[in-house]
């Protein structure tokens, strides 16, 4: 059975920095590309980056390259998302989703083949 399971999330303040992340069990880990996604209150979810097994790395949100850094340890079939300099317009649940063909360019969420449950990213001003 494959699953991706987030943690980490929590509440901070801004300019706060916090570490997502995703334990893959089930995965040819290097075979797949996983990415971070996330969802604000009342906004459709958002493509972040993602990451496959060469450690080829995919950006879907310029704005946010700046900030967030994606990082995986294929020994322990772990992705993370690294978050910097939080704004409360960074407040959202953060989804870790699996590609089983590589990382899709489009940043679509359409294109990601299995979801993780969310992580919930909480930024006070």
């Known amino acids: 059975e494959v699953q991706l399971v987030e943690s980490g999330g929590a509440f901070v303040q801004a300019g706060r920095s916090l570490r997502l992340s995703c334990v893959a069990s089930?995965?040819?880990?290097?075979?797949?590309?996983f990415g971070w996604f996330r969802q604000a209150p009342g906004k459709e979810i958002e493509g972040i980056s993602c990451?496959?097994?060469?450690?080829?790395?995919?950006y879907y949100a310029d704005s946010l390259k700046g900030r967030f850094t994606i990082s995986s340890d294929a020994a322990k079939k772990t992705v993370y998302l690294q978050l910097n300099s939080l704004k409360p317009e960074d407040t959202a649940v953060y989804y870790c989703a699996a590609a089983l063909n590589r990382c899709p360019a489009s940043g679509s969420n359409y294109d990601m083949d299995y979801w993780g449950r969310g992580t919930l990213v909480t930024v006070s001003a």
């Open positions: 990451i496959s097994g060469s450690n080829s790395i995919t």
């Open positions: 089930g995965f040819a880990f290097d075979d797949c590309g």
